[in-house]
């Protein structure tokens, strides 16, 4: 596809429940973020990857929440044991591999809305 | 931590306005973004600013790296229905890699009733 791709987009679970939610970056971009915005606020950052590894996993808010990208595009974002705080939208972002400084050229897929409930 | 805080919160606008709007920071920063969000969309990124003082332009949207690297702005001439949605400045999270970033929490603009 020609942009981001993000599904589902919505996911409603029972509190307890565990979620893998699926980011499809652009061909070729090297470089995916994950971010999660709740209502009224900015994104916030939670994982970088650069290839396979992960370059930044400062976000993540505690150990119920992990990420994978196995083979350097795809990428899951998996929650253990949802909480109705972890509901927000969950927003994917890819850029080719940047050049020093921040990845500007990063575009936002259209995010996964969770509810947990 | 870090913050950084955008003014107004939200505003109205009428077709044919020039709007402005701003985002500051208690800490230095060496790169400012801005981005615009539709309901349901991700966030689009409008002007990447690199170096105090610039001021750089997109079509209607004009912004500028303020020159203390504390604050940024941004301008829209000439309005349009369609410029209406949540504005976001953004900037790289101090010690983080260059993925993380941290935004404002925006600014709507809604068109006048």
């Known amino acids: 596809g020609a942009g981001v791709s993000q599904t589902p987009s919505n996911k409603v679970t029972e509190k307890g429940k565990y979620v893998e939610l699926r980011c499809d970056p652009i061909?070729?971009?090297?470089?995916l973020y994950w971010y999660r915005q709740s209502l009224g606020q900015g994104p916030e950052f939670l994982i970088y990857f650069q290839g396979t590894g992960a370059a930044d996993d400062s976000g993540l808010p505690n150990d119920r929440f992990f990420a994978v990208r196995p083979e350097g595009s795809v990428s899951t974002l998996k929650i253990q044991r949802t909480e109705r705080g972890d509901s927000a939208v969950y927003l994917c972002a890819s850029s080719l591999q940047p050049e020093g400084g921040v990845g500007t050229e990063a575009f936002f897929g259209q995010g996964t809305r969770l509810t947990v409930v | 931590g870090q913050q950084l805080n955008q003014s107004p919160q939200s505003m109205f606008i009428q077709e044919g306005e020039d709007v402005s709007m701003n985002c500051t920071s208690s800490s230095i920063f060496n790169t400012w973004l801005w981005y615009k969000q539709d309901p349901g969309e991700g966030p689009v990124l409008l002007i990447a600013l690199y170096k105090a003082g610039e001021l750089t332009s997109n079509g209607r949207l004009t912004a500028q790296f303020g020159i203390t690297r504390k604050d940024s702005f941004l301008n829209i001439s000439a309005s349009i229905p369609s410029d209406v949605g949540i504005y976001f400045c953004a900037g790289p999270n101090y010690g983080g890699s260059q993925g993380n970033l941290i935004f404002g929490k925006g600014t709507k603009l809604s068109v006048k009733p």
């Open positions: 061909s070729g971009h090297t470089a």
